[in-house]
C-alpha cells in the first residue's frame, strides 16, 4: 500500500517517467479531444543534457492505431500539417513540441481520451536509445498565454 | 470541421476559406494545407474582424470589448 502511493505520487510530481536517457523531457500533455474526433496530439519539451546531436526517429503508443512525428508549415496564408522523418535536438539545448509546431500525432484513437488520464508514448531516437512517457489529458498546455491576463 | 463534401464547400465558401489537399503518406489520410484565421462575429452573425493565429489575446480582447460597446 505504501509502495502503491509513493508510485502515485512520484507519477504526479514527475508527469514523466524518465527512464536512463540523455534526453528529458518535461511540461508533457496530450489534448483532450471530443469523442466524434478520431485523432489528437501529444506535447512535450525534450532537453538533451548530452555532448552529442539526438534526432527523435519515431513515437509509439498504445492509445492510438497510428503515431506520427509531425509539424506544422506555414507559407504564406496558408498553413499545413506534415509529416517530418525526425526531429533533431541539438547538444546541450531542447526542443518543445507544441501546438502550431512540432508534435507527436495520435491518429485513430483506440478509446476516446478521458481527461486527467495519462497517456503512455515511447519515443525512439536514432541512436537506438528511447523515452517512456506518461502524459496527462488536458485542454490546454502547461503555460500557454501566461503573459496574456487581460485586467479591468 | 467534418460534414459532407458540399456541407464543408458551403461553409468554406462562407468564410473565405481556402483549402487544398496535399500529398503526404500520413496514417492520417489527406492533409490539408489550409488558411488560419479566427472569425470575430457580432450578434448579427457578421464578420467584424479576422485575426491571425500569431495576435495577442489582447487585441482579440479589444477587439470583442469594442464590438461589446457597440
Known amino acids: ?63 492510438a492505431r497510428a503515431v506520427e512525428l509531425h509539424t506544422v508549415v506555414k507559407t504564406g496564408d496558408l498553413m499545413q500539417m506534415t509529416p517530418v522523418e525526425k526531429v533533431a535536438v541539438a547538444a546541450g539545448d531542447k526542443v518543445e513540441f507544441k501546438p502550431g509546431s512540432y508534435h507527436v500525432m495520435l491518429i485513430d484513437l483506440k478509446q476516446p481520451l478521458e481527461k486527467d488520464s495519462q497517456v503512455k508514448l515511447t519515443l525512439r531516437f536514432a541512436d537506438g536509445e528511447s523515452l517512456q512517457l506518461a502524459l496527462p489529458v488536458k485542454d490546454e498546455g502547461p503555460s500557454e498565454d501566461h503573459s496574456h491576463h487581460h485586467h479591468h | 470541421m467534418t460534414g459532407t463534401p458540399e456541407q464543408i464547400r458551403t461553409v468554406t465558401r462562407q468564410y473565405g476559406v481556402v ?12 492533409l490539408f494545407a489550409h488558411s488560419d484565421y479566427i472569425y470575430l462575429l457580432d450578434q448579427q452573425g457578421r464578420v467584424r474582424a479576422l485575426y491571425a493565429n500569431s495576435d495577442s489575446i489582447d487585441k482579440m480582447v479589444d477587439g470583442i470589448e469594442s464590438l461589446l460597446d457597440d
Request: glycine share 6%; aromatic share 8%.
Open chain 1, 1 to 63: 500500500m505504501k509502495a502503491m502511493w509513493l508510485a502515485l505520487v512520484m507519477s504526479v510530481v514527475s508527469g514523466v517517467a524518465q527512464a536512463d536517457c540523455a534526453v528529458k523531457a518535461d511540461n508533457g500533455w496530450v489534448r483532450w479531444v471530443p469523442p466524434v474526433s478520431p485523432n489528437s496530439a501529444a506535447y512535450f519539451t525534450l532537453h538533451n543534457g548530452s555532448d552529442k546531436a539526438v534526432d527523435v526517429v519515431a513515437a509509439e503508443s498504445d492509445a
Open chain 2, 19 to 30: 483549402y487544398l489537399p496535399q500529398k503526404s503518406a500520413s496514417a492520417a489520410g489527406v
